[in-house]
């Protein structure tokens, strides 16, 4: 079946640190691949996505490249802030079946 | 901001209680969803809905059930609250299923319901 194992948190980071949140999955065929973040009280906002192999989603200073061979869809951004100190989930779409890590809390200190 | 909204926002209630949640787009997006959110599990998928008087279940579907009348509304029941259904219900949204552009979900503000 369809699953997505995300780092366990909490992560904290200072001010201008790396970020790398890892994600694997397991799926059959060729799903896409999603990070959503979610920021207090709010629903989950599309981060960035990719559709196939070797795809690179960024946005907003964050990255991800799609990784087949090593099933992963690894989180990175060279120089976090303290606005991005959120839930970021890692999920995956493979035809209607949708299925979310279970999300890591990241706390950016200044 | 994809136009959702849910209702209500809050809501505690009582054991053996039947209980709904609306979920309302000004989108006109033809599928919907309803996740519930629990600390170590992300979202889980109860049920979806492909069109209107078409739905599906999801992951947890057990205790659920949902109805789509209308394009703009799809609303989630509870028949008989229990203690294990406390949680985070989000709604959300997208144009297509397949993987392209229309297939991302948007999310709704979620509701926060517990059971007592």
């Known amino acids: 079946g369809n699953s997505v194992t995300q780092m366990e948190g909490p992560v904290t980071l200072s001010e201008e640190a790396f970020l790398t949140i890892n994600c694997t999955y397991t799926?059959?065929?060729?799903?896409?691949l999603f990070w959503y973040v979610q920021y207090p009280g709010e629903g989950l906002q599309l981060l960035l996505k990719?559709?196939?192999?070797?795809d690179k989603g960024s946005n907003k200073g964050f990255e991800a490249t799609y990784r087949k061979e090593t099933t992963s869809f690894h989180l990175e951004k060279g120089s976090v802030q303290v606005s991005d100190s959120a839930v970021y989930f890692c999920a995956l779409r493979n035809n209607n079946d949708m299925r979310f890590g279970a999300g890591t809390r990241l706390t950016v200190k200044p | 901001d994809a136009g959702i909204t849910q209702s209500p926002r809050h809501k505690v209630t009582e054991t053996g209680t039947p209980v709904t949640l609306r979920c309302h787009q000004t989108?006109?997006?033809?599928?919907m969803y309803w996740y519930r959110q629990d600390p170590g599990h992300g979202l889980r998928l109860i049920h979806y809905s492909y069109g209107v008087k078409d739905t599906d279940k999801g992951e947890v579907s057990d205790g659920y059930s949902v109805s789509r009348s209308k394009t703009e509304d799809f609303l989630l029941t509870l028949e008989s609250a229990t203690s294990s259904q406390t949680s985070v219900y989000f709604c959300?949204?997208?144009?297509?299923?397949?993987?392209?552009?229309?297939?991302?979900?948007?999310f709704g503000p979620g509701t926060r319901l517990l059971v007592l």
């Open positions: 990719a559709t196939k192999a070797d």
């Open positions: 799926a059959t065929g060729y799903p896409s």
């Open positions: 959300a949204i997208s144009e297509a299923l397949a993987a392209g552009e229309g297939e991302t979900q948007y």
């Open positions: 989108e006109n997006h033809r599928y």
